[in-house]
Structures are given as structure tokens and as C-alpha cells.
């Protein structure tokens, strides 16, 4: 037990001075270094510093002869605040404390209001998706201070501070998943102590300059390329020209987030189809529709390692794509050899079904010449295609397109002859393919002209499903003859037959190419008849 | 005149052939069916699809004079719903012949514009029947189709 007799020191513990009052704008905290002279030494000696604005803090000090004392001075007026000093020392037998001597002192620092600063944050960078803590680092802060958080897309979200000392501040963010990469702005905006400003009367709020942090936006999930419900994905595959190539396409994207933009990249010559209308006799090429996660393609010409490429964005601005490669095989390095008759004959067509009998100018030495009906002699041309390879798994289509045929009061419209397709080469028929023109001759005729010009067009088409013939190329053609009769016309033996001309093919055989029309398609509106 | 008589004596015969070949079908070396729409507004095109298929173990000449979309080596009957045959229409001048073979099981399929022969233009029901016969059948035999029934809505 300690038993110690208080000693009034007053008389000999004198302050005798006071000194480095330092004045920390920053932090609003004055320091007052006070040095005191006792007669004895003591353990513990200290000071108080009281400041009329009321903020206080006590300091202990560690010598014989002075302490040092730190007060927050709220107030901007001048003022006078006193020291006390104080000393103790305890032994067995004394007791003895304060020195009883107040010196006053008159504070003439003023309050500035105070700019914050952020010196760092942490973390230093926000992941979209996430809710954290954020750390605000610095000084000026006050400790009623308001954050300010923005970013260009709106998708950071944040509440005032959970805490506010004049250095640090920690504020609840969270990030939204569609946050894009961006820069985050921060600021904090400085109330002083109280949250009046640093002022007595207030002040002015100081905002602090920004600083940038930036979000980590969600990556966008690899695609993947799907053919066949396949995924190929960087997996190289084969079809045929024509074939019907359904893309679509497979990701799986982050809760919140949802595609924005996609589309394809595909390499080659490719449509969306090939379209035959029966009724109307019309062909009209598709062009694809590419812009969606799935598309339909038809590939037109063969190619090696042909890109496929699907690509998409989020509503985040992250993209990402998939690739692949298409090897197309189809025919190539054939041609179509037309072999034409040299010129025009007549005919008596022998009645077959219900096909009258009749005399007629003929391109060719070719009539009908039996019931049941058939065809006897040799065609006005004939088109057969050699050459080809590649051309496995498939079969020969013929279009045949009337460009002009006038005779008498007919001038043909431009258009399909007869039907789509003119014929198929495969186990069906052989690989010929024959026309010839004829006109009936009536006995009341005396002279007629017939002009015929027309393009035979080869496509081929693969086995495969829901395939579409390809063109691979065409031969223009043609005749033009004239059968004259003087009297009793009704016997074929009383009509001549010329050409006028050359019949036959007109130019060479013309590859299709991308380049062409409709990318090499016969295409049509309607069938070549009569106006 | 002598060649419109003669053209007419040919057909009867062939239509008396025609009934008969429906009422007793022997072997036959094709068949022949048709398909299409079953109704159309008026003014539509009325095209059919037709199937001949070689059933014998041979190749079948298919030779066709085509006319404007139509196979003149095809016997039509189109009739209206009183059973009365459809007014045709002029057939066009001009045409183009084309030898065609068809190898044993294969099958030949064309589309066939009928409206462009036959005037189907009135509102009311119309049969339409085929009938061909093959080079190679020394019988002659005229093999009918399966009768299509197109109504043309008022």
C-alpha cells in the first residue's frame, strides 16, 4: 500500500516558458511545447492545453523540465487558451501533482478551410460484379467529409462513409456487372469537424482534386460455333458446294449480362439461298442474313480453309469471337461442249396422243415420228460436260433461259424454257442434254422467220440435304432460219428451209464466277412466252 | 380436213384404249402420279407436278415436244364439275423436242403448267387426269394417272 502525503508544488514548479507552438493546418491540431522547472525530479509530467473552441488533448511528457501537449482547435477566431502544467512523482513516502500555475496564452492561428487530398484508395482498381469497402487515403478530410463517386456508364453505386477520421475515409461501393471498362472518378468533399466547414462561420466546402480508378469489366465468355449441333469450334470441316451450311451459335454469358451485337465473318462465296418458285417460274438468289447468332449459307464455289468467324459484344463493350475453317469441295476444271446442227430442216410431226401432226422448220434433223409418241434424228445442239473434278456426290442440273425467240407475231418474252430444271443429269438420264427448236409451219403460211437465241447454263448439285444447285457455267446460243412456201403449203415437200447464219453456239463456254451476276446464278422472273 | 379427221379418229381410239387400260391394268412398265394444289384463287396459275416412274427393267424413251411449259407427249383430261371437258386454249406454235431415256427404277419428274392449255379460270371444281404411253410397250398400253381434283375458289 502506498502512503504518500500530497505536496503543493505550486511553489516550486514554475512554467516558465512556452514555445514551438506548432500549428498543423491540415489535421487543425496545435501543439504547445511547454518547459516547467521543479525542484525535484519527477516520473510523469504533462500538460493540458484548453482552447475556448473546446477541443482539447493531453499529452504526457517524458522529461524532468517540459511536456508537450496537442489540442484540435475547431474555431478560426483568435483566442486565448492557457497551458497547464503538471508533474508527478510517486514514491513510498510522497505524493505530489500540479503545479497549480496556469499560463495563459493568446492563439492567433487560423483556421484555413482546409483542401482534401486523396493520396491513395485501396483497392486501386473495382471489378464489375463486386461489392467491397472502399479505403479512401489522405488528409484534409474533416471528419464529416462526403464522398463523390461517378462513372460515365453509371454502374458504380455507393453510400456516404461508413467512416470518416481526417485521414482515411471507407465508403460501401459496389459495381454493377454490366460496369464497362472505365474510369472511376473520386472525390471527397471536406465539412470540416462538425460538418459545417472548418470555419467558424462555416467556410467554404473544398472538394479534392479527382483521382481515376479504373474497372476491370467482366470478360465476355469465349463463343463457340456450332454446325450440325457440333461444336466446331477450331476444328477444321469439309462440305460441298451448295450444301446447306446452318451456323448458330453458343455462349454462356454472366448473370446481368446479355449480347448486344454478334454477327459473322465467313470467308468464300457464299448465299443465303436459291430460290425456285413453281407456280410463277421465277429464281431469285437469297442473300444470307449473317447479323444473328445463327445464319444459313450456301457456299457457291469450292475453297480451302474458308474462315468462319462468329464474334459478339455484351452490353459491357467486352467482345469476344470463335473460328473456324470449311473446306468446299465441288466440281472444277470441266467445261459444257456443245455440239450443234448445221442447219435448219422440215419436218412432218406424225400425230401422238394428243400431239397434232403438222409440218415444221426444225432446228436439227429431228421429228416426231411415232405413237406412242417419240423423238427420232439428230438434235438441233446438244450440251455435254467433261472435265470435271470434284464433282462426286452429286448431279448435273440444266437451266435453259430464252433470251429471244421471234417468229411471226411472236416475240418471247425473256425467261425459262419450259420448266426449272431444263433437265438432270445423273442415274436418271445420261450426261446429254438436247434442244431443238421447232416451229410449226401452217398451209396458209408462205414465209418464216424464226430468230431464236437462248443460254444453257450447267449447275451442280450435291446429294446432301436440302442442298441448292451451284452454277459452274453457261453457253449462249442460237439460230435464226427462214422456211418459205410459194403454194400448196400444206405439203412439207413444197417448203424450203435456210439458216441465216452460223447455228450454234455463240462464243465459248464462261465459267461462272463470284464476280458475275448473282454470283454466277441463272436467275428469272418468268417463262419465256409469247407477249 | 383429212388430218383433222384423222387426228380425231386417233384420239377416240386412244380415249376408248384409255378407259380401257383403267378398267383392267395389267403389268405396267411405269407409273404415273400426280400432285399439286388442291385449290387457288382465280387467276392462279394451276401447275402440276408429275412422276413417271419407270417400273420395268429397262430404259423407257420419255421423249416430250415441250410447248410453253407444257409436255405434248401427255395426254390431258381436265374436266369441269359437270364432267364436261375445260376449253383449251391455243396452244402456241412453237416448241422444242428433247430425247430423254429413263433408266429402269428411276423416276422422272416434271412440272407442268395445265392452266396454260386449259382455261381454268371460272370458279368450280376441275379434274385433272394423265395418260402416256412408252415406245417400248408394244401393248401401247396408255397408262392414266391418279385424277388430281383442283377448286378454283369464287
Known sequence: MIICSVLPLAAQCGIYAIEDEYWDNSNATLTVSVTAQCPQSFTYAGAHVRMPSGAQDDETGNGTQFAQAVAHVSSAAAETGYVHFWAEEETELQCWENSQEWFYFDHWHRLNDLTPNIATTAPTSFSAGSSFTLHIYGSGFGTHALVTISDPSGSVSYSQPLSNSPGQIDVPVAVAAVAPAESVTVTVTSRGFDGSGFLSNGGNSSTSPSINIP?????????????????????????????????????????????????????????????????????????????????????VYPGQNLQVQYSYCMNNNQCNQ????????????????????????????????????????????????????????????????????????????????????????????????????????????????????????????RSVTRSFNATMYVMWQSNALNSIPVPLGYQTWGFSGTATCTSSCDLISNWTATANGIPGPFGGFVQSTPQQNFSGFPTWSSQSVCR | MKKVISSLLITVALFATLKQAEASQPQAMFTIAIDGPTQVAPGTPVKIVVRLKNTSDRELSVDTFYVEGLDTFFIYDVRDQAGKPVPKRKRAEAGGLRTRTLKAGETLEEGILISREFQMNQPGQYSIQLFRSVPEDASNQAIASNKLVVTVTP
Open chain 1, 215 to 299: 474497372i476491370s469489366p467482366i470478360p465476355a465468355p469465349a463463343p463457340r460455333i456450332l454446325f450440325g449441333g457440333n461444336d466446331v469450334t477450331g476444328r477444321p470441316q469439309s462440305v460441298a458446294v451448295g450444301e446447306q451450311v446452318a451456323f448458330n451459335s453458343s455462349k454462356d454469358l454472366p448473370s446481368g449480362l446479355v449480347a448486344t451485337s454478334e454477327g459473322w465473318t465467313i470467308q468464300g462465296t457464299f448465299v443465303g439461298g436459291y430460290v425456285i418458285d413453281p407456280i410463277y417460274d421465277s429464281a431469285t438468289v437469297l442473300v444470307p442474313t449473317v447479323t444473328s447468332n445463327f445464319t444459313t449459307i450456301y457456299w
Open chain 1, 322 to 445: 470463335a473460328t473456324t475453317t470449311f473446306n468446299v469441295s465441288g466440281p472444277s476444271g470441266g467445261t459444257m461442249t456443245p455440239t450443234p446442227y448445221s442447219g435448219m430442216t422440215l419436218k412432218y410431226f406424225v400425230p401422238c396422243h394428243g400431239n397434232p401432226s403438222g409440218n415444221y422448220m426444225v432446228y436439227g434433223d429431228i421429228a416426231v415420228s411415232g405413237s406412242p409418241c417419240k423423238v427420232t434424228g439428230t438434235p438441233g445442239i446438244s450440251f455435254i460436260t467433261s472435265g470435271y473434278s470434284g464433282d462426286s456426290g452429286g448431279k448435273y442440273v440444266f437451266v435453259h433461259l430464252i433470251n429471244t425467240d421471234n417468229y411471226k407475231a411472236c416475240n418471247s418474252y425473256p425467261g425459262i424454257d419450259g420448266r426449272y430444271p431444263y433437265q438432270v443429269n445423273d442415274d436418271v438420264f445420261g450426261p446429254r442434254v438436247t434442244d431443238s427448236p421447232s416451229n410449226l409451219l401452217l398451209s396458209t403460211d
